[in-house]
């Protein structure tokens, strides 16, 4: 059971340039999410989805979309990177419901933007 | 607008000493809380909630609303508690906002 799994595990790119960051869960979860933290700032909510074929955004959306075309796979891209789209982006996901607030994380991808 | 403070970015204590890392919130709503820890090369992973009102590897957090607080204690820090430790609120019934973490070092 590999929980949320997120590839790739690390990427630079230069200004411009685009990238697509999978996550992808096999606990048939409802809600997933994806989030970047800097530091000093903590994790902050860049988009989430609650089900299959929705998205929503969260607390700093611009200059990122999402994707969930499949229940158990959540995109997220960055069509032109910038130098502050640098961070460390994790994945999680949740069951809907009574649990739905109990968050299971990947592992996260280090992101530099040269 | 809910905001979730933790006002220490590190603390460090010695094996068998009481630990208390501090939280606290600002909601209009009832509020919702959580403990998350990451250990060093292990992902970000629940603690504890305050509505379960458990204790997990001998930590307990209370919620009290009069102070916005919901601050993490256990008695006696061991060695392996060393980890990041993050607060987190829930918004909107579907999101959750982050502290930005402290720092918890135990020495022997």
């Known amino acids: 059971n590999a929980g949320v799994t997120q590839t790739p595990k690390f990427r630079v790119l230069k200004t411009g340039q685009s990238m697509t960051l999978l996550c992808a869960q096999d606990?048939?979860?409802?809600?997933m999410y994806w989030y970047r933290q800097d530091p000093g700032m903590g994790l902050r909510l860049i988009h989430y989805s609650v089900g299959e074929g929705t998205t929503a955004k969260g607390e700093v959306p611009d200059g990122y979309n999402v994707s969930r075309l499949k229940k158990q796979n959540f995109l997220l891209g960055l069509e032109s990177a910038a130098p502050s789209q640098t961070s460390v982006y994790f994945c999680?996901?949740?069951?809907?419901?009574?649990?739905?607030?109990?968050?299971?994380f990947g592992a996260g991808t280090r992101l530099s933007v040269l | 607008a809910q905001r979730v403070t933790q006002p220490e970015k590190l603390l460090s204590v010695f094996k068998g000493a009481p630990v208390e890392l501090k939280c606290n919130y600002s909601?209009?709503?009832?509020?919702?809380l959580f403990w998350y820890v990451q250990y060093s090369r292990q992902r970000l992973q629940l603690l504890l909630r305050?509505?379960s009102r458990e204790s997990i590897k001998g930590f307990t957090a209370d919620l009290n609303k009069g102070e916005t607080s919901f601050h993490l204690k256990k008695p006696f820090a061991q060695e392996e508690d060393s980890a990041m430790y993050y607060c987190?609120?829930?918004?909107?019934?579907?999101?959750?906002?982050f502290g930005t973490g402290t720092r918890l070092q135990v020495f022997p």
């Open positions: 606990m048939n979860h409802e809600y």
């Open positions: 987190a609120l829930l918004y909107n019934t579907d999101k959750l906002i």
């Open positions: 305050h509505i």
């Open positions: 909601y209009s709503g009832s509020p919702e």
């Open positions: 999680a996901s949740s069951y809907s419901g009574a649990l739905k607030n109990i968050q299971y």
